[in-house]
């Protein structure tokens, strides 16, 4: 399989949920008339009770407030030719300043901790500690949520158990935030043509995002598929760790 797409493939849903649009100037300048209408669309629709993608990102961002914690399963399958290669991460944030993540890579399987800024991993029933000091800025809950604002505009749609926003993904400039760390893999993207789904609950709250699409690097293709559900909001004090972990 194409080495760029195991790169994609290997960060996706590590930054699924910060979309953005980096468009021309001149585009931005119009899309800014157009987003400003839209916007006083939204308001008027706000004020006569209706609720509308804005408004129910802007409900989620207060149901947000003040939450650190959460469990997010995150899940992709990335298919080239007769090849699929499969990726799931359960990462738990906790209240502590603390980070749990189990990984496995196509069967491969491997535990990641952040404990009072130090970095270990644990596989193979060893546990080792990586250099560097590592800190947790910007994955809080309430920050994750607070970047759904600047996502592309979106059509809202009502659900049996709440709501879910649908974005078309058809520019690779749409994913630049997305792999805000991969930056110079993202000039390889030649195309990208998917949906991205935002789901929240009947309370408006966000409960996590899919992505089924395309993308083409280097004149190849590869179908991407990626799910992240996020659970325990605001209800994981401490993380699960090895016990020499806190021994040391």
Do not use: W
């Not at 802007?58 to 003040?66: C, L, R, V």
């Not at 535990?111 to 970095?119: K, L, N, R, V």
Request: overall charge negative.
């Amino acid at each position: 399989m194409n080495k760029t797409f195991l790169v994609l493939f290997s960060s996706f849903l590590l930054f699924l949920t910060a979309c953005n649009t980096n468009e021309t100037e001149e585009a931005n300048q119009t899309d800014s008339t157009e987003e400003s209408e839209e916007n006083t669309n939204s308001e008027e629709a706000a004020d006569n009770g209706e609720l509308t993608a804005e408004s129910l990102i802007t409900a989620a961002e207060e149901n947000a407030s003040g939450k650190v914690s959460y469990s997010a399963d995150q899940k992709v399958n990335l298919t080239q030719g007769e090849e699929t290669e499969t990726y799931q991460n359960v990462l738990t944030i906790g209240e502590q300043d603390e980070m749990k993540s189990a990984v496995n890579n196509n069967g491969a399987v491997e535990t990641h901790y952040i404990y009072q800024g130090d970095h270990y991993v644990y596989q193979n029933q060893s546990l080792e500690q990586v250099e560097g000091v590592e800190n947790l800025e910007g994955n809080s809950y309430e920050e994750i949520v607070a970047k759904l604002k600047s996502y592309p505009e979106g059509e809202l749609s009502n659900l049996e158990d709440g709501y879910a926003i649908t974005i078309d993904i058809t520019e690779p400039g749409s994913l630049e935030n997305v792999f805000d760390s991969e930056a110079d893999f993202l000039q390889q993207v030649e195309a990208v043509d998917g949906t991205l789904q935002l789901y929240f609950n009947a309370d408006q709250v966000f409960t996590g995002s899919e992505f089924e699409g395309s993308l083409t690097i280097d004149g190849e293709s590869a179908d991407v598929s990626g799910t992240v559900d996020y659970s325990r909001i605001g209800d994981v004090d401490v993380i699960e760790k090895p016990s020499n972990m806190t021994e040391e």
